[in-house]
């Protein structure tokens, strides 16, 4: 048993009168010695439940960050005409709408906007499906690259993805308590501002309640991050609903914090979320997108990647943004991105 993380514990369990927050250094502390199961079992699983009963704060969350940048993978810097776009997306997947992130990435790499992705496998408790399925239905197979193999990947096409099980293991240890305790941990929400890369990045978070987005603010703030989104997406993600508006928030030097709420009837994009069907189901409709063919995906697909090309500097206006991401999409050039990136993860995986 550790003493250390008894203490800690003691800190975050002691009942809704009693129980006080943990420092960023305590928070740094205990995230690091679960990370490396310094805790016993009963230590960790009661951790989780407590602090989830509770909430974390916003400094918390920036401390288990900080241990999460000490312990776990980072991509160096690329050059690259603009900052990555670093994606936070639920790594429980999802449950009822298809997932846009995998078209967003590709339109944006394709507009020399690199993107990161992360995640793991089929997680608790939604058990939802996961993106590294979709990716491979799309013919490419992060799972099987190391870590040097997604850097170069990275570099070459503007593309990357961190897989938990592979590229961080202390993590990825940390996924059974989520299926025991039966509720996502602050461990979930903290990883939608995780961010992998070591060098400039546009933190992308998709959120569900607003005290979550607030937390977010107050953790990126401490934590030194200058360019960030948050949207109030599809379950959770960072994709843009069509049944509602898009509740978002931009973060930037110039700007400070600014809300924007944006209405899909005012673009032309108002209209039913495509539901979610089988992964080869929708890996095939992502491929049709990709051939420019329409379809009610291309428009879910139009609606967030304009959005994503204005916000990430590829566009001067939303309006641009949705023309430039049709574009791209009629004329071939994101399925050309999709090959290109085929062309340099295969040989690699075959090599392993």
Not at 269 to 279: C, I, M, Q, S
Request: charged residues 20%; proline residues 7%.
């Amino acid at each position: 048993m550790s003493h250390a993380f008894r203490e800690l514990l003691r800190k975050v369990g002691s009942g809704t009168h009693t129980s006080e927050p943990l420092t960023r250094e305590e928070a740094a502390a205990a995230t690091r010695m679960m990370l490396l199961q310094e805790a016993t079992p009963a230590q960790i699983g009661a951790f989780m439940i407590a602090h989830r009963i509770r909430r974390p704060t916003g400094t918390e969350l920036a401390g288990m960050l900080d241990a999460y940048e000490e312990l776990g993978p980072q991509l160096q810097p690329i050059a690259a005409a603009h900052p990555v776009t670093v994606m936070g997306i639920p790594y429980d997947g999802r449950s009822r709408t298809a997932p846009l992130s995998p078209l967003i990435a590709l339109i944006l790499a394709t507009a020399h906007c690199p993107v990161v992705m992360h995640g793991g496998d089929r997680m608790p408790t939604k058990e939802g499906e996961p993106l590294i399925d979709y990716w491979r239905g799309l013919g490419v197979d992060w799972s099987q690259l190391t870590l040097t193999q997604v850097q170069h990947v990275l570099a070459a096409t503007g593309l990357g993805f961190i897989y938990l099980p592979s590229h961080f293991p202390l993590a990825h240890g940390l996924v059974p308590y989520r299926e025991q305790i039966g509720k996502r941990p602050p461990f979930a929400t903290m990883e939608l501002i995780w961010s992998p890369y070591a060098g400039e990045a546009h933190v992308v978070s998709g959120f569900v309640h607003p005290p979550t987005e607030l937390m977010f603010q107050e953790a990126i703030a401490l934590r030194g991050i200058n360019h960030f989104t948050s949207v109030k997406g599809l379950e959770g993600s960072s994709d843009l609903p069509r049944e509602r508006t898009a509740i978002i928030g931009l973060g930037a030097p110039a700007i400070g914090f600014e809300r924007l709420h944006l209405h899909p009837r005012d673009y032309g994009f108002e209209g039913k979320n495509v539901a979610l069907d089988t992964t080869p189901t929708i890996a095939e409709a992502m491929k049709t997108v990709l051939q420019g063919q329409p379809s009610e995906l291309m428009q879910s697909t139009l609606w967030s990647g304009g959005f994503y090309l204005w916000r990430c500097g590829a566009c001067r206006s939303l309006e641009a943004g949705i023309q430039e991401a049709k574009r791209l999409l009629t004329e071939g050039l994101v399925l050309q991105k999709l090959r290109q990136l085929q062309q340099v993860a295969t040989p690699l995986q075959l090599a392993r």
